[in-house]
């Protein structure tokens, strides 16, 4: 790890914020932030039927931690008519799971944005390793060095088929950061591709990012990704889905942060995730009951 001694105090020269901020981009994360994916209890559903969203939110999938819910911007529902209903959201840490109800033939999008988060890692005056959750400013001053000064953003989208697939797909939805596949997941399976093109505040995303996937079953530990970690530049990558089953997909940018926010945090992070599911044939003949 790179200890940053003396070199963040309240006011941050260019030369040793430029610093810095280098070393805070090449330094590994002490610490791996939570991701938040959105996911349906089903996602082929018939019509007049209802179905669960939920999310997972941590480092185990399918599920892990319950979410905050002022950690959550909102919950959105997108129907096949581009019709959005935001979803009433219980004052409760939970998985925040609502009954969707599913009316309309064609293709659903869930959406969800969370609140922007502050997180830094520092030594203090004592050599102490601290966590805060507070503006750079509140400590920059005292601190023998600042290892993570950050702020996240995160967007999670997946897709629900009510009978069959919408003829126009709903691949792009307008969020700040966006995985835009180019061929509708519903249609996958298991031997195929998937590539996605990243959108940034509307536009195909041109800058470097990270990405990483997998799926439901691939391993019990956490951040044990089948796609480990990658590097990408011109914001567009090939997913092979090498099985069936609940796909989790992640990419996140880090940059740094515009000189009117260097009083509160260095770093700037947003994540977007898409989770959707490749279904498989039948493998067991029903079983009729009595």
């Not at 001053?141 to 000064?149: F, L, N, R, W």
């Not at 391993?219 to 089953?245: C, H, N, W």
Request: some cysteine; overall charge positive; charged content about 25%.
């Amino acid at each position: 790890m790179f200890h940053l001694v003396n070199s963040v105090k309240f006011v941050i020269g260019s030369r040793a914020w430029w610093t810095v901020l280098t070393l805070m981009m090449l330094t590994p994360s002490l610490v791996l932030a939570h991701s938040l994916f959105i996911q349906s209890g089903r996602y082929h559903v018939s019509s007049g039927k209802g179905s669960p969203l939920f999310f997972c939110y941590g480092h185990h999938f399918p599920v892990d931690d319950a979410v905050r819910r002022k950690k959550l911007t909102y919950v959105k529902v997108i129907d096949p008519e581009n019709i959005e209903t935001q979803i009433s959201l219980r004052d409760e840490k939970s998985l925040h799971s609502y009954i969707v109800d599913y009316s309309k033939s064609g293709t659903y999008v869930l959406v969800a944005e969370t609140k922007p988060g502050l997180f830094a890692m520092y030594t203090d005056e004592k050599g102490r390793k601290r966590h805060s959750f507070k503006p750079l400013s509140t400590f920059a001053g005292t601190a023998q060095s600042i290892e993570s000064s950050m702020r996240s953003s995160q967007w999670a989208k997946s897709y629900v088929v009510c009978d069959e697939p919408s003829k126009s797909f709903p691949a792009q939805i307008g969020l700040p950061l966006e995985l835009v596949p180019e061929q509708d997941p519903s249609t996958l399976k298991r031997g195929d591709s998937l590539t996605f093109m990243v959108s940034y505040d509307g536009k195909p995303y041109q800058g470097e990012g990270f990405w990483d996937a997998t799926y439901s079953g691939f391993s019990t530990e956490a951040e044990d990704m089948y796609i480990q970690r990658s590097a990408v530049a011109g914001g567009k990558f090939t997913l092979p889905i090498d099985a069936s089953g609940r796909w989790f997909v992640r990419f996140f940018t880090k940059n740094g942060s515009d000189e009117g926010d260097r009083a509160n945090f260095l770093i700037e992070k947003r994540t977007t995730t898409l989770t959707f599911e490749v279904r498989n044939e039948r493998r067991r003949p029903k079983v009729e009951s009595d």
